[in-house]
């Protein structure tokens, strides 16, 4: 198992597209999160699954963000109409029930111009 | 709702030096407390997990502490090197549930 796994590393888009980021999590956990980071601040939450099920957002996921995670496997964080306030990194963890320990991939950083 | 402070900001220490980092949170009812590491426009890498019931936890020259009683945790490094330079994150669990809260972090310079 090669750990979290997200794609793009990085991405620069224009504001007002649209952008959609890939979170690969550890095969065997369950629980897959997403967090959103600003230059100084530690990850704030933004939504988490377990399995397929979305259990919880943050109201800082607005109506312009959308996650799936289909069967369970892969996740997909989705902003549409990106704003300059959208640029941050987006960290993807995963987890399995039993542990609660989490592991997260290497982020995405999104920039919007 | 969870809070979680993590003190000092920044710290710069020379090479070689033994250094406590440190953790609150104000919400003592956690089942773990996870200590993480950061390198500049990298994700997060895991260093220790406590779980509750531990009252330390050991890897290496790192060593984290927890005490659930004064909601306070501690992340020794032994031997400080060049190589331990990053910022390190402290994560609680909010009540309830495993959504973490996170401190600001420490960012650590070793000087060589």
């Known amino acids: 198992d090669t750990g979290v796994s997200q794609n793009p590393r990085h991405k620069i888009t224009k504001r007002g597209q649209n952008v959609t980021f890939r979170c690969d999590p550890i095969?065997?956990?369950?629980?897959l999160y997403w967090y959103r980071q600003t230059l100084g601040q530690g990850p704030e939450f933004l939504t988490y699954?377990?399995?397929?099920?979305?259990?919880?957002k943050s109201r800082l996921l607005s109506d312009r963000f959308s996650a799936e995670r289909p069967k369970g496997s892969f996740s997909t964080l989705e902003i549409q109409r990106t704003e300059q306030g959208d640029s941050a990194m987006y960290l993807c963890?995963?987890?399995?029930?039993?542990?609660?320990?989490?592991?997260f991939g290497s982020g995405t950083r999104l920039t919007v111009v | 709702k969870q809070e979680v402070t993590q003190i000092p900001a920044a710290l710069s220490v020379p090479e070689g030096e033994n250094l406590v980092l440190n953790c609150s949170f104000t919400?003592?009812?956690?089942?773990?407390l996870q200590w993480f590491r950061q390198d500049p426009g990298k994700g997060l890498t895991s260093l220790l997990l406590?779980?509750?019931?531990?009252r330390e936890q050991t890897s290496g020259r790192l060593n984290a502490s927890l005490d659930k009683s004064s909601g306070r945790s501690t992340l020794y490094i032994a031997a400080s090197q060049p190589g331990d330079s990053a910022t390190y994150l402290c994560?609680?669990?909010?009540?309830?549930?495993?959504?973490?809260?996170f401190g600001t972090g420490t960012r650590l310079t070793i000087i060589p």
């Open positions: 963890a995963s987890s399995h029930r039993d542990n609660y320990g989490y592991t």
């Open positions: 994560a609680a669990p909010n009540f309830g549930n495993e959504k973490l809260t």
């Open positions: 919400d003592s009812a956690i089942y773990n």
């Open positions: 095969s065997e956990h369950n629980r």
């Open positions: 699954f377990q399995n397929e099920a979305q259990l919880e």
């Open positions: 406590i779980q509750s019931s531990q």
